[in-house]
């Protein structure tokens, strides 16, 4: 029973990208982006603010290294991710999101000083063939003569973002809870996601969008991060860490069963040689303790 926690953690970040397709014609992402942080602020702040107030001094001085952390995690990648809804599939979206463990373990060699296992650059390799022969269409040449569509390439863009942030995480480990760096960092999210919010033809979110932001501020933001640490505490970070790499295919069968997005042959080898790569870009993280085997929960796009 134990292993529904990080099971379920992974079914609601796989339907992120579903619910990031669904905003792009219900709400703004402006708009999405700000609310989402908004709402789960609302849910978190009578639990997470006491604590706050109590380690003041002890959170102080980390205010700018946790407000760029939130940039990059929570403003940057994930608005990256609704506007990406906007250009490209919900498919797509999942299986340029799972090349963040990959990416995560070359980001770590400039800024932690880890090395790179032989066993790990062929996951690369075989992980970013998979990615061209995905977003080609079976064709493995696609990028020599056309470009990538914006919303794949805001995806891209966002993955190599999570895995920096992911990375930064490990350099800067901070003598704080779990709930409080999620609490102040997304109270961050909100401040710096005003601006852009304020950008919008429509503050206020639509009917439509009313279910859409309650999944994204409870469900990805609030409850799959406390069953994600809960799972973390129960049956490690390496075993929960495995878990993860069913989230793109949960979401590429959401995608067709809710949107009915068509799955083709090059869906389905592309992605299995991306989950391959990252499969095996892990092999040396579950043998070396300060690996980047699961990073702090934070909500995938």
Known sequence: ?????????????????????????????????????????????????????????????????????????????????????LTTTASNMSLIISLVPLLSVFISVPLLGKSISMISVVGGVI?????????????????????????????????????????????WKMPLGNWTLIYCQGVFAVLMLAPLWMTSEQL??????????????????????????????????????????LMPVISVALATWLLNESVHSYHLIGGLMVITGVILSQIKKRSTPNALAAPLPKPHV
């Open 1 to 85: 029973m134990v292993y529904l926690l990080p099971l379920f953690t992974v079914m609601i970040w796989g339907g992120n990208s579903i619910i990031n397709k669904m905003a792009a014609t219900a709400i703004e992402p402006s708009a999405m982006s700000f609310y989402r942080w908004f709402f789960a602020m609302l849910i978190m702040t009578p639990f997470c603010l006491p604590t706050v107030i109590r380690q003041w001094s002890i959170i102080k001085p980390y205010l700018s290294k946790l407000a760029f952390l939130s940039l990059l995690g929570m403003v940057l990648n994930q608005s990256l991710g609704y506007y990406a809804g």
């Open 127 to 171: 992980s970013l063939a998979g990615l061209t022969f995905m977003l080609g269409h079976g064709d493995i040449g696609f990028f020599l003569h056309q470009d990538i569509t914006q919303g794949d390439g805001l995806m891209v863009l966002a993955a190599i973002i999570y895995a920096t942030y992911c990375v930064l995480l490990k350099r």
């Open 204 to 245: 206020l979110p639509t009917q439509e969008s009313l279910p859409l932001i309650a999944y994204a501020a409870i469900l990805a933001s609030v409850l799959a991060p406390w069953m994600w640490v809960k799972a973390i505490d129960t049956i490690g970070a390496e075993s929960s860490a495995m878990f993860m790499n």
